[in-house]
């Protein structure tokens, strides 16, 4: 019996981060048939099975608490082993809440698992937040899922642009908004509350870090009526979907933090919940701040670079420097800006998913899916596609490359051991070895 003509929808998520499975695993209710707006599976009525693609970013249980979505199963497993269980496992939708170069391995990996069956899941991807780098070489490895997700109409227009200019099928492009925004409009706290959402890797150096970390804490001295909260990503040892070298925990443990200056981790939206002036480089929050209508700013000290990300936002209204803030500037964001990036808090952003829910019901009703093509083959881009299929122990043709691993039994207790020491040597090696190899060579 195909999974559609059961009673609840069958839904596999394969993310490589936490933030990630956060876009993944909301992404794949919102996008439900079954559901027009409900964001919590446990109510939703249709079973979620997640997959944790192994790798440096894996998350931790920690980490996977704090985003707060619960599955109905969830393992983790290499490419390989999640191609394996797609054999034995019927689902309706698979969501691939992958790096470019994951997505396009595990297409081709799918391809040649469907190939000549009509009967098969509809895969949809897409990105976590806003795109502003790597726009085509993104996109193009996200090719040939049955859905392409944009989070805005910015983003559609962009992503149809590249594909047809490359000559590829751009009928995949759906429009759809990010899946966390919500929370409740904007109201005043006492005491008023500023929050700097910090990012792992934007800045990289230690300077440029450093320069933010005195300048929010000279914030803090210069408002004592104010609080100050330093809203942290992930805890030291832990990884997100961007490696983070130097991490601000360490950089203000030799620093004498005035009363009211806090460091925080937890949910964004609770952290958003009671914040009155929300301050970044270039982080997705910031459109989450704005769906709310929270004061936002995102800061120029260090330049408007597209190496920042907060090139982005620029015709939103909301670019500003501490100096500008020290002195009392409220930013004011420009409402088409805002419209076009999928941030919506006037109530149409529960109407933003009903194209993807739609096609998707369309897709799963009709006759049978076409087979996966992906614009990359081994004839379009031969010197390319090889060595990303390779990363995931897949062959060109996407088949598994001999000494694969095995998915149907459990990894002995002994492997399972070796397996984490070796994450923890890699982590080890990039979060405390790599910057220091790197600073040598700067000498």
Not at 234 to 262: C, M, V, W
Not at 430 to 440: D, H, L, N, Y
Request: proline share 7%; glycine share 8%.
């Amino acid at each position: 019996m195909p999974a559609s003509t059961r009673k609840s929808l069958r839904v596999a998520v394969l993310a490589d981060s936490d933030t990630r499975w956060k876009w993944g695993s909301l992404t794949a209710n919102r996008i439900s048939p079954t559901e027009s707006s409900n964001t919590d599976i446990r109510e939703s009525g249709l079973r979620l099975d997640g997959y944790l693609l192994r790798g440096r970013a894996t998350p931790t249980a920690r980490q996977l608490e704090e985003v707060g979505v619960r599955a109905d199963s969830l393992r983790e497993v290499t490419a390989v082993e999640f191609l394996r269980a797609m054999e034995r496992e019927r689902y309706d939708v698979l969501v691939l809440a992958l790096v470019g170069g994951a997505v396009q391995a595990v297409l081709h990996g799918l391809a040649r698992l469907w190939d000549g069956q009509a009967e098969r899941p509809v895969a949809v991807t897409g990105y976590v937040g806003v795109v502003y780098e790597k726009l085509a070489d993104g996109l193009l490895l996200r090719h040939g899922a049955d859905l392409v997700l944009a989070n805005s109409r910015q983003d559609a227009d962009r992503f149809r642009d590249v594909y047809e200019g490359v000559g590829a099928d751009a009928s995949s492009v759906t429009e759809v908004a990010l899946p966390f925004l919500g929370g409740d409009t904007y109201r005043k706290n006492d005491p008023y509350t500023v929050v700097f959402a910090a990012q792992p890797s934007v800045p990289e150096s230690r300077k440029d870090r450093t320069y933010l970390l005195d300048r929010l804490i000279a914030h803090a001295r210069l408002h004592p009526d104010r609080e100050v909260l330093l809203k942290l990503r992930s805890k030291p040892g832990e990884h997100t979907t961007h490696i983070e070298e130097l991490p601000y925990q360490k950089l203000a443990q030799k620093t004498d933090l005035p009363a009211n200056f806090r460091l925080v981790y937890g949910h964004m939206g609770e952290v958003l919940d009671r914040t009155d002036l929300l301050v970044t480089i270039s982080s997705t929050a910031a459109l989450e701040s704005l769906h709310r209508r929270i004061p936002t700013v995102v800061l120029s000290d260090l330049g408007v670079r597209e190496s920042l990300g907060n090139h982005h936002f620029v015709g939103s209204g909301c670019l500003a420097s501490w100096d500008q803030l020290d002195a009392g500037h409220q930013p004011a964001p420009d409402p088409a800006w805002v419209a076009r990036q999928g941030v919506a808090a006037d109530g149409s952003y529960e109407t933003a998913f009903d194209e993807a829910r739609a096609r998707i019901a369309g897709l799963l009703a009709g006759p049978g899916l076409p087979p996966l093509t992906p614009y990359y083959t081994p004839v379009t881009a031969p010197g390319y596609l090889p060595g990303i299929l390779a990363r995931h122990h897949l062959a060109p043709d996407g088949s598994p490359l001999p000494g694969a691993p095995a998915a149907d039994r459990e990894p002995s207790p002994v492997r399972q051991i070796v397996r984490r020491a070796a994450r923890g040597a890699y982590r080890h090696g990039v979060q405390r070895v790599a910057p220091v190899i790197r600073r040598m060579g700067e000498l």
